[in-house]
């Protein structure tokens, strides 16, 4: 019995002791750990006409909104283009001619669906965002494959868009020609 007191004695001992010292050693681990820093992020780039506006890496959100939009134009279907654009969006492309409003873009989007049969395959997204203006954009290559008159043609096209409130509300294309394949490719 009296080694069963001296056992109980030394485990609750043991116990307390744990409990105490690890409790100190918490505290002394706790007082160890320097504050979280927060960074703000300072951005890089500029922009002219925004003189210190500086980007950051944007949200996926962002990158989401366009990769649907240009389904929808792979899927030719002109109404969910038109709801996913601002009213007053504003297209330049790649000659430099320029589409405002989403009248206009309807009624080019009709003709060329119908003469080229455009089809859009992304092969990169960046989704980045103003730091002072907050604004969303996102620049996305895409390899461009039409057909017009039976004759195929491929361009590879960088197209930087800006998204606002979840619409598309401008985009600029820039493009590069691809020639054809030879026969041995």
């Not at 001296?6 to 918490?26: D, G, P, R």
């Not at 954009?137 to 008159?149: F, I, M, R, Y």
């Amino acid at each position: 019995m009296k080694k069963f007191k001296l056992i109980m004695t030394v485990a609750v001992l043991a116990v307390i002791s744990y409990s105490c010292n690890n409790s100190a050693v918490e505290r002394m681990v706790d007082k160890m750990q320097p504050e979280p820093v927060v960074i703000e992020q300072e951005g890089a780039g500029f922009f002219v006409p925004q003189p210190g506006e500086k980007f950051v890496v944007g949200s996926d959100e962002t990158t989401d909104v366009w990769m649907k939009y240009i389904d929808a134009h792979n899927n030719q279907d002109i109404e969910a283009i038109l709801a996913m654009e601002s009213d007053s969006i504003y297209i330049v492309g790649p000659d430099g001619a320029v589409i405002k409003g989403k009248e206009d873009h309807a009624a080019f989007l009709k003709v060329w669906f119908e003469q080229a049969n455009p089809k859009w395959d992304v092969y990169w997204a960046m989704p980045y965002k103003g730091v002072t203006g907050g604004e969303e954009w996102v620049v996305a290559g895409h390899d461009v494959k039409s057909t017009v008159d039976g004759v195929g043609s491929a361009s590879l096209d960088l197209i930087d868009g800006k998204i606002q409130d979840g619409l598309v509300e401008l985009f600029y294309v820039y493009q590069m020609k691809v020639p054809p394949p030879t026969e041995d490719e």
